[in-house]
């Protein structure tokens, strides 16, 4: 667990440098993109409440697996193996445990053609009025550096609906080639300062990692079932795809955002993260899920809760130990 550690600590340090005056409100975003399609398993058997909760959860371990590898690779830089191994080894259960779970339980994956109708409305959305919307705000608070990456990362989510559609074509019919996978212009993301000023390009960024963030977690999982359906060709373009989102857009937002400090500074903010998965969301949720009848998710959320208070004890300490 981590969104909420993460926006008050990155919006937190970027209003330091921030000198104009109030802005407007972000662009109104839906969480990751497009609304959540309808489950494809007997997940339509869960209470409404409970799948929002259970996107909730996909949305934020898939962004605590992104961050947690940037942290490690920060560990890694500063001579501090252990460290980075201990990040790295919680990003990992972030994305094979706990959102893999939450998906088989929210029934997020399903054939492939669905998977793809689901991609599609996503990148649809991030591509004609997610990214617009943010380039066009970022340029009228002078946040133009976020303002170009904006608008190329909404060119990049139309090619890959394009991509999307033409593979969806080869699917039903049986007939033509799914495209080639793209390939990401991998970018470094180093301990350093914010580089937005304006308080709506801030909060547009935190919308955008996210989004970057589930995407990447959820095109592997639709790789997976490509692989296990035997369409090599569809699992390779949807691990390209991930690959940009995680390597190329979130990382470069990341930049942006300077979302990776001192290695001290990144474990405070997981210790502060962990602990609140921990103590309030997830036993929120599983109280929600008992009573409602889904017992298997409010054992989902209990477990899960364990996990975080586990994880944040592990990085406290890893924090003690740095003196």
Not at 64 to 78: C, N, S, T, V, W
Not at 113 to 127: D, K, M, P, S, V
Not at 193 to 216: I, S, W, Y
Request: glycine residues 8%; aromatic residues 6%; proline residues 4%.
């Amino acid at each position: 667990m981590f969104r909420h550690s993460t926006r008050t600590f990155v919006v937190g340090l970027c209003a330091l440098a921030a000198t104009t005056a109030p802005a407007a409100p972000a662009l109104a975003a839906p969480a990751g993109g497009a609304p959540p399609p309808a489950p494809h398993t007997d997940a339509r058997a869960l209470h409404a409440q409970t799948i929002a909760d259970l996107t909730t959860t996909m949305r934020d371990a898939a962004y605590a697996h992104a961050i947690y590898g940037l942290f490690a690779a920060e560990a890694d830089r500063q001579g501090l193996p252990a460290v980075g191994k201990l990040l790295s080894s919680t990003a990992q259960t972030e994305l094979d445990e706990h959102l893999r779970e939450a998906a088989t339980l929210a029934g997020t994956v399903g054939s492939n053609a669905a998977n793809l109708r689901q991609a599609i409305e996503g990148e649809t959305y991030e591509h004609e009025v997610m990214y617009r919307g943010f380039a066009e705000q970022a340029r009228q608070d002078g946040d133009l550096e976020a303002a170009k990456l904006f608008s190329e990362i909404a060119a990049d989510e139309g090619r890959h609906r394009d991509a999307f559609r033409t593979a969806l074509a080869v699917v039903t019919s049986g007939r033509g080639t799914v495209p080639a996978p793209p390939k990401a212009d991998m970018v470094s993301v180093p301990a350093g300062l914010p580089k937005v000023k304006a308080a709506r390009t801030k909060a547009n960024l935190d919308t955008a990692l996210h989004g970057e963030g589930l995407a990447h977690a959820k095109y592997m999982l639709f790789a997976a079932h490509a692989k296990q359906t035997g369409n090599a060709a569809l699992a390779r373009l949807w691990e390209g795809t991930a690959m940009v989102e995680l390597h190329e857009h979130l990382a470069g937002e990341a930049v942006l955002a300077g979302l990776v400090r001192d290695t001290r500074d990144n474990l405070r903010m997981a210790v502060t993260g962990e602990r609140h998965g921990a103590t309030t969301v997830y036993p929120g949720f599983a109280e929600r899920a008992t009573a409602v009848g889904d017992a298997a998710a409010a054992r989902f959320f209990r477990d899960t809760g364990a996990d975080e208070a586990r994880h944040g004890a592990a990085f406290q300490k890893a924090l003690d130990q740095m003196g």
